[in-house]
């Protein structure tokens, strides 16, 4: 086995740099990166969380690859086939390009780049991250440098890449939109296109696009309207009923919906006299939204005839098999990136290896397990728990 390189990347940027010297005589430790705590975190959220299959002899890599994970996420329209459904999120794994050395970018399902506007974005002021019980907030603000400098510095890599890069585009008016889509269409290395619709719109005052079944159609059409490349929307958790707006979208011309992009959040400053992000408000990520991504998935996937990716606190095997079962179709990895860039591709293998303990070619049976077997049953009907 190859050594891991320990690293520490940045929200920001997707910069890696070397992770600290360890001291002499302290012992190793098996996260490097301070973001997020998440062993302790993960204790909670393991307890009645679906268990992986005991393993017999480690399976070998010829074993592995026989065991089909591909998976198809525009199946209504020609077809948009990963290799696996192990994915990267948005804005945890920068332009991919700079994971090149720690990580074989190639194997991974997809690449999902960071969120990507018509002009360049600076983000917003600092703080912009903080550590947050089994997780992190982040108030980044979409900093990039526009869609003509993403096309121009990343997308000839891209075109060598054996992994799809699915380019996650963000805007602020339907026209915003459209026109990085324009740009990016036809360009070679770009794969698909996942929209952020996380963001205010300011044709309607600044009402987020995600939280309006209307808003959330019409954006999608539009795009839709705009491109044939395979068409991703991102679902938000910041709303109180997720299937009508789920529903729209698709009715629209999706090809797939990925869920969850982060939960609002502040956190306060320790002299306790102003919140501690520059911008207020930030998105909160990592295990402690699992459940809250795991609840939009399975509410969703029974309203929508469209693949679903999940995103959302995934730190292990267990996590891809729990959001497999309440009907993902693939899962999107994130913040815990920031602590092992290694995961994404481990859990490639580790899903190939719990299908060959449970004597399965392929993991399409692992989808969908938990989802509820009648038509009738009360999450299709609305009446599941609502605080
Ligand atoms: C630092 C950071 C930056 C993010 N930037 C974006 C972005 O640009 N576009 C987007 O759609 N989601 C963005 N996200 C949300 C993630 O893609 C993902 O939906 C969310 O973090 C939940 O997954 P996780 O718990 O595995 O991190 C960002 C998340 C983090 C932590």
Known sequence: ?????????????????????????R??????????????????????????????????????????????????????????????ASGT????????????????????????????????????????????LN??????????????????????????????????????????????????????????ISCPNVGKGGLQFAIDAEAAGAVTAAVRRTTDLPLLVKLSPNVADVRPIARAIAAAGADALTAVNTLSGIAVASDRRRPLLGNVFGGLSGPAIKPVALRVVYEVAQVVDIPVVAIGGVTELADVLDFLAVGAVAVQVGTAIFADPTLPVRLIDELAGECLARGLSSYQPLVGTALPPRP?????????YRP
């Open 1 to 25: 086995m190859r050594p891991r390189k320990r690293v520490v990347t940045s929200p920001a940027g997707g910069t890696i740099l070397p992770a600290r010297k360890r001291k002499p005589g």
């Open 27 to 88: 012992p190793r430790s098996r996260r490097p990166s301070r973001l997020p705590p998440l062993p302790q975190g993960r204790s909670l959220v393991l307890e009645g969380s679906g268990a992986t299959s005991p393993r017999r002899a480690e399976p070998s890599a010829t074993e592995l690859a026989a065991v089909d994970l591909s998976v198809d996420l525009a199946p209504g329209r020609g077809g948009f086939r990963l290799a696996n459904p192990i994915l990267v």
């Open 93 to 136: 794994f920068g332009y991919g390009v700079e994971y090149g050395e720690v990580v074989d970018v190639q194997r991974l399902g997809a690449v999902c780049c960071k969120g990507t506007t018509l002009k360049p974005r600076v983000g917003n002021v600092t703080p912009r991250v903080t550590e947050t019980p089994a997780g992190m």
């Open 139 to 196: 108030s980044i603000g979409l900093q990039n440098p526009g869609v003509d400098a993403v096309v121009e510095r990343y997308a000839p890599t891209w075109t060598a890449w054996q992994t799809s890069v699915i380019v996650n585009v963000a805007g602020e008016s339907i026209a915003d939109y459209v026109e990085v889509c324009r740009r990016l269409d036809g360009v070679p290395g770009v794969a698909a296109i996942e929209l952020n």
């Open 376 to 384: 009738d049953a009360p999450s299709a009907k609305g009446v599941e």
